[in-house]
């Protein structure tokens, strides 16, 4: 079944100017790009964002992170497309990642890791309602 994730090109990727290369990789893997665009978060929206990890150690350091720059968000859609993407993406930890995944490639470490990319199809619909109007996704 078509399904819907976000991912998001995160500060550090669009800083290193990756943003084109991961465009190129989520299409040749078959993901259909229903919206795109290029926004900086504040503190507020990223602490939304990652109310999930609030209290966690990390949390006022990914806060940083995620507001240190220009981010590009996008919302996909492939069959299968949250496990799917999850696999593209691979480990959290960029050291950890497996050869040719979008991580080992573009990330750094365990937070400066290049994107996101939604858990699960729950979140994946709230995700992309975060930054997507109806109006901003097309052919999805
Ligand atoms: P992401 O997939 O966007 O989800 C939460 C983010 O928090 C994660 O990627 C990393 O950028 C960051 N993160 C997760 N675990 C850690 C950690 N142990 N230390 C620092 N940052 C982390």
Known sequence: MEERTLLIVKPDAVSQHHMGSIITMVEAEGFRILGMKMTQLDREQAGAFYAVHQGKP??????????SGPIVPMALSRKEG????????GAT???EAAEGTIRAQFGTDVQQNAVH???SPE???KEVAFFFAEDERFGG
């Open 58 to 67: 990390f949390y006022e350091e990914l806060l940083d992170f995620m507001t």
């Open 82 to 89: 949250v496990s799917y993407l999850r696999q593209v993406v």
């Open 93 to 95: 930890n960029s050291r």
């Open 117 to 119: 990319a939604s858990d």
């Open 123 to 125: 979140n994946a619909a």
